[in-house]
């Protein structure tokens, strides 16, 4: 099983936040917070600067090899953490990442942006 892979853009500010600190902003308080709480070997945490979801902070995107990508907004700094660990969990025991949508956690059914299919490997010349 492939790992799973949680993109977390640090970048992304609630609604009120000033451009600085960077480290005050909500996308970078939720990556500290992943960091903490993520169970090392079980998933990667990696954090981007835009996912381009600027309009729908916080935003996160779970990738694996061989499955379809999906990019979460509208997720919320401080209570976000455990919704997005168990949206990871559920992806990750899913062989092509498509979670069936009545076991998605709620904000991640109201969140979702955009599945992107699985890349193909490049064709031999
Ligand atoms: S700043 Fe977070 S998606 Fe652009």
Known sequence: ????????????????????PRE??????????LQRHAVAGEVV??????LSVCKRPCTVALSAPGKWTYVYGDLVAETATAIILA???LYGAAPDGIVAW??????LKRGVVARLPPLEPEPSA
């Open 24 to 33: 005050a902003r909500a996308g970078f308080r939720l990556w500290r917070s």
């Open 102 to 107: 009545r076991s998605r956690p709620d904000a």
């Open 87 to 89: 949206g990871a969990a």
């Open 1 to 20: 099983m492939s790992t799973t892979t949680i993109h977390v853009c640090t970048t992304c500010r609630a609604p009120g936040e000033t451009l600085e």
């Open 45 to 50: 945490i990696n954090p981007v600067e835009c």
